[in-house]
């Protein structure tokens, strides 16, 4: 196979690679379990305010941004709408910054 065939061939796969990861990070499916909030103000860890409730994040919870990146209790932006769920404990687990689509879909929920 000659050079120049071969650096096409890469490029194909590389950019194959990179449409399927953008396609596979837009169809988050949410848990079936989800509860729908506003965030509120910033609190300090391992607590966060939601619906104006300050509620206790569990150790290992995992936030999620709109791009389905894990992020930072620093990162949740006041205000945004979220789907989270609980552990058994009935602390935050996980939280899922909503997208504006998943945001139209869920409603007032």
Same mark, same amino acid.
């Given at each position: 196979m000659n050079k120049r065939l /071969? *650096?096409?061939?890469? &490029? /194909? &796969?590389?950019? *194959? =690679?990179?449409?399927?990861?953008?396609? /596979?990070?837009?169809?988050?499916?949410?848990p079936q379990n989800a509860k729908f909030a506003r965030i509120g103000d910033a609190q300090p860890l391992p607590f966060i305010q939601l619906n104006g409730n300050i509620v206790r994040l569990s150790p290992g919870s995992v936030i999620y941004d709109e791009n389905n990146r894990s992020v930072v209790?620093?990162?949740?932006?006041?205000?945004?709408?979220?789907?989270?769920?609980?552990?058994? =404990? *009935?602390?935050?687990?996980?939280?899922y910054i909503l997208t504006a689509q998943e945001q139209a879909q869920v409603g007032s929920k």
């Open positions: /071969l *650096g096409c061939l890469l &490029m /194909l &796969m590389a950019a *194959g =690679s990179i449409v399927a990861a953008e396609a /596979l990070a837009q169809l988050r499916t949410l209790h620093g990162a949740l932006p006041p205000g945004a709408r979220v789907a989270f769920t609980l552990d058994l =404990s *009935g602390d935050i687990a996980r939280i």
